[in-house]
């Protein structure tokens, strides 16, 4: 639209309008994953003739909030190398036959200060800035000025905490991006989808791992720097219970009895909201998957609207075959969510299922249970 001439504006005061983020560290990650491999993509149009320099600079900074994911890892890395090296190495203050003069080691502190100010000042003064302006403006929506200021610490401590959690992430998704590793495209859950302990190992026990690895290696090295890495460490250490207890809905009520992390459309929802939940109180409960097995009305409508797969290989036959004897003893409650969606889309699959629910003595007992 700039290019055609247009001006672009951003409504930035448009009220009841808000986006609800996904429910747990994990949904968010894999909504980034999607995010990344597209601001990897779009990044081909930064030299199209005819950008605005803005919109360069946001196709800039598009790829750089996933791509300084692994510049921070490797940054981290070459600084335990260095460390190892300093450590483990006698100095050379003489590397020349006959030198009359010693190369003594420079440190630069003043450097290394600038740098944690100016990191400290990218992430922290936007965040100051803008709870300082919601108290200028009116903070009433918001909890209040206390509430609010109380709540932006919080956050800045979780964020802290998750960033190293982050980096890994987002440096395996460059990573994937760039070597071409398969990709769904499908929107996160917004609904209360809370983490489980075994799923929460299985996608940070190596990260735990690395920081346990990490931090015992730094302190081997050097004791007095492993507080300058617990930030980071101590953060892979604990990501398994960080993401779980983080996915807790008994959390988030809490936080809202308390009038924390609120937003003027939760202390005053729009008309719009109020109708909506009025609408859907009143309402009966939609169908779920149990009644799209058992129903024969709701089984008939649902395979009416999935699309069959005639074609399907022998070895895909034979597993989803073996997954409808699996559903049909074990119940529904063993189903993960992948499984439910795959008896949903095959009408095959779905209508077999149904059939034996009604005819097979072995089916499990909810299947038939009324809820």
């Given amino acids: 639209m700039r290019r055609a001439g247009w001006s672009v504006w951003i409504a930035y005061d448009l009220d009841g309008s808000y986006e609800e983020m996904p429910p747990a560290l994990l949904d968010e990650l894999g909504r980034d994953r999607r995010w990344c491999q597209g601001n990897l ?28 994911a692994p510049l921070w890892a490797l940054f ?11 450590t483990l190495i006698d100095p050379q ?17 003043e450097k290394a ?37 109380l709540s932006m610490l919080i956050e800045l401590l979780f964020s802290m905490m998750l960033a190293p959690v982050r980096m890994l992430f987002h440096t395996r998704f460059v990573l994937g991006a760039f070597l071409g590793w398969a990709l769904s495209w499908k929107s996160p859950p917004r609904a209360d989808n809370e983490t489980g302990w075994g799923q929460a190992v ?3 026990g190596v990260h735990s791992v690395l920081g346990v690895a990490w931090g015992a290696l730094v302190y081997w090295l050097n004791p007095s720097f492993i507080w300058w890495l617990m930030p980071i460490a101590g953060s892979l250490m604990f990501s398994v219970p960080l993401s779980v207890l983080s996915s807790r809905v008994s959390f988030g009520r809490l936080f809202r009895r308390l009038q924390l992390f609120v937003i003027p459309e939760e202390v005053d929802a729009p008309r719009e909201l109020r109708d909506t939940v009025a609408h859907l109180n009143a309402t009966a409960p939609l169908p779920g998957f149990v009644d799209a097995v058992v129903d024969p009305a709701v089984n008939a409508l649902v395979c009416a609207g999935a699309h069959g797969h005639p074609r399907m290989p022998d070895l895909s036959r034979a597993a989803g075959d073996s997954l409808v004897l699996q559903a049909l ?23 077999a299922l149904h059939y034996a629910v009604w005819s097979q ?11």
């Fill in 76 to 86: 981290l890395a070459l600084s335990t190398v260095l460390l190892a090296t300093h």
């Fill in 113 to 149: 200060l600038a740098l944690v100010s100016a990191t400290a000042t990218i992430l922290f003064l936007p965040k100051v800035l803008s709870v300082l302006l919601i108290i200028v403006k009116g903070a009433r929506g918001y909890g209040g000025a206390l509430r609010v200021t």
């Fill in 361 to 371: 003595p072995t089916r499990h007992s909810s299947w038939m249970t009324p809820t």
């Fill in 202 to 204: 299985s996608r940070h």
């Fill in 329 to 351: 003893r074990r119940g529904p409650a063993v189903l993960t969510e992948k499984q439910k969606h795959t008896l949903l889309d095959d009408p095959r699959l779905l209508s």
């Fill in 93 to 109: 203050y003489f590397v020349e036959p006959r030198q009359l003069f010693p190369i003594w080691p420079e440190w630069h502190p």
């Fill in 41 to 68: 993509m779009n990044f081909r149009l930064f030299l199209a003739r005819g950008m605005h320099v803005v919109h360069r600079a946001v196709f800039v900074t598009g790829v750089m909030a996933y791509l300084s």
